[in-house]
């Protein structure tokens, strides 16, 4: 067992986890933070995308133990009394409709919106398209989402 | 996952001395292909060993008209990098391309280039620019590093700390992505440097990253898009698999060169 010490949505965290356990895993069963979702076990489906010192990362292919000491954000810690505005666009255009892979398309788009406004590049549909290559939905075809994270770049 | 022991490595010797202590670990450093194996259960490490907190494994930087690249420096980094930007604008567009967003976060060009993967982007840049691997024991060139399927001159408790890249007067790398995997169905590098023209295949032999003869004495006397997409490249030693044929990846080589020329 290796303990940790991390910080998620703003508070402090300290827990004994053992060397296999996932990020995801621990979010979702130690933590009880079930809004980072698992779709896949191949690393593929971005459904579970989280935040780790503000960049996206897969964290069902992320330790917890290697995440000591580190700030994580989950889509439980985007909303600050009102919605993100990234979560309001999506709600807005519409973009989900199971709602499965939206935690992991949100905490990509906010990462993407942030590094795009950083590096001064406009949020283009089509860099949104190559942006979220690594998040699978499988029921919008994507256009919405593709809206909706265009928007929310207008916004945030 | 099977049970593992993970030990996060504070120094090179802390490492080798965790890597000594369980002949069944394994070192981790992005982990964006050792763990989804592992959750696949086709890698089931006892130990992992996880080197990116040792001082000097992150970073780019330059030495004289050398690039000097840290083991366990992202992909995402060495994409953004100015000083990758400015020595070889390829191996930076290279990096930008691998995977997607969030595993370019995590994935790291030491990582990559141990594991060795057939259809790996990065092997294909070190073999192509004459890179060397350095390690807590030794430099490699690339021309030795690479041995097959996921083989590498790497011994037990080597690690990998730096990849070493001198400047190319010209370089690009193509690939056509299978867009499940995002792996190169097949990838090619092309680059002129001090030792001539060197060409890359990566995606497409059965034994993994290899020089194309054909497409180098093609474009040796005539560095165009024409001279590539006439190379006599065979199928031979290429894979067939779902994606595609060995005929078809032998045409694809062709064609991502002429890419690769037109961009170089």
């Known amino acids: 067992m290796t303990k940790v010490k991390m910080t998620v949505n703003g508070k402090a965290v300290t827990r004994e986890v053992s060397g296999e356990t996932l990020l995801s895993e621990f979010l979702r069963e130690d933590l009880r933070l079930t809004g980072t979702h698992i779709g896949c076990d191949t690393s ?10 503000g960049k996206a990362v897969k964290s069902c292919t992320t330790l917890a133990a290697a ?13 600050n009394g009102d919605l993100h505005p990234m979560q309001a666009a999506f709600k807005e255009h519409h ?62 | 996952m099977y ?45 992992l060993v996880d080197v990116r907190s040792i001082a000097g494994m992150v970073g780019t930087s330059l030495d004289g008209d050398t690039l000097v690249i840290g083991a366990a420096t992202t992909h995402a980094e060495v994409a953004g990098s100015a000083e ?57 060139g690339a021309d030795d590093f690479f041995d097959g399927l996921f083989g ?9 700390t ?6 190319a007067q010209a370089a690009a790398y193509v690939k056509f992505r299978q867009p499940a995997s995002l792996f190169a169905l097949v990838g090619v590098f092309v680059a002129k440097g001090s030792d001539g023209i060197r060409v890359t295949v990566t995606g497409a032999g059965d034994e993994g990253v290899f020089r194309s ?16 997409k006439g190379a006599d490249v065979s199928a031979e030693g290429l894979m067939s698999d779902i994606h595609g044929t060995a005929a078809y990846r032998a045409n694809l080589i062709k064609v991502m060169a002429a890419r690769a020329v037109a961009a170089a």
């Not at chain 1, 971005?46 to 010192?53: K, L, P, R, S, T």
């Not at chain 2, 730096?162 to 400047?167: H, S």
């Open chain 2, 152 to 160: 590498t001159a790497l011994e037990e408790g080597e690690i990998i």
């Open chain 1, 67 to 79: 995440t000591d000491g580190a700030e994580v954000t989950t889509i439980e810690g985007l909303a």
């Open chain 2, 213 to 228: 003869e054909a497409l180098e004495a093609a474009l040796t006397g005539d560095w165009s898009e024409a001279a590539a």
């Open chain 2, 3 to 47: 049970p593992t022991k993970y030990t996060k490595a504070a120094s090179i010797d802390d490492a080798v001395k965790a890597l000594g202590a369980d002949e069944e670990a394994k070192i981790l450093s992005g982990g964006q292909t050792l763990i989804a194996t592992m959750k696949q259960h086709l890698a089931a490490p006892t130990g």
């Open chain 2, 162 to 167: 730096a990849v070493k890249f001198p400047k």
């Open chain 2, 84 to 140: 990758v930007q400015k020595h070889t604008p390829a191996l930076a567009c290279l990096a930008s391309g691998i995977g997607d967003p969030a595993v370019r976060h995590a994935g790291t060009i030491g990582g990559s280039v141990a594991n060795n993967d057939p259809a790996a982007d990065y092997p294909a840049a070190l073999l192509a620019l004459g890179a060397t691997v350095v390690t807590n024991q030794r430099e490699i």
């Open chain 1, 44 to 53: 593929q489906c971005g459904a579970c995308v989280v935040h780790i010192d």
């Open chain 1, 95 to 156: 973009g989900l409709q199971c709602g499965f892979c939206t935690p992991g398309m949100i905490m990509s788009g906010v990462d993407m919106v942030n590094r795009y406004k950083a590096e001064g590049r406009e949020v283009t549909a089509e860099a949104v398209r190559h942006e979220l290559e690594g998040n699978i939905c499988r029921c919008t075809g994507y256009h919405n989402i593709v809206k909706a994270v265009q928007d929310a770049a207008t916004k945030m």
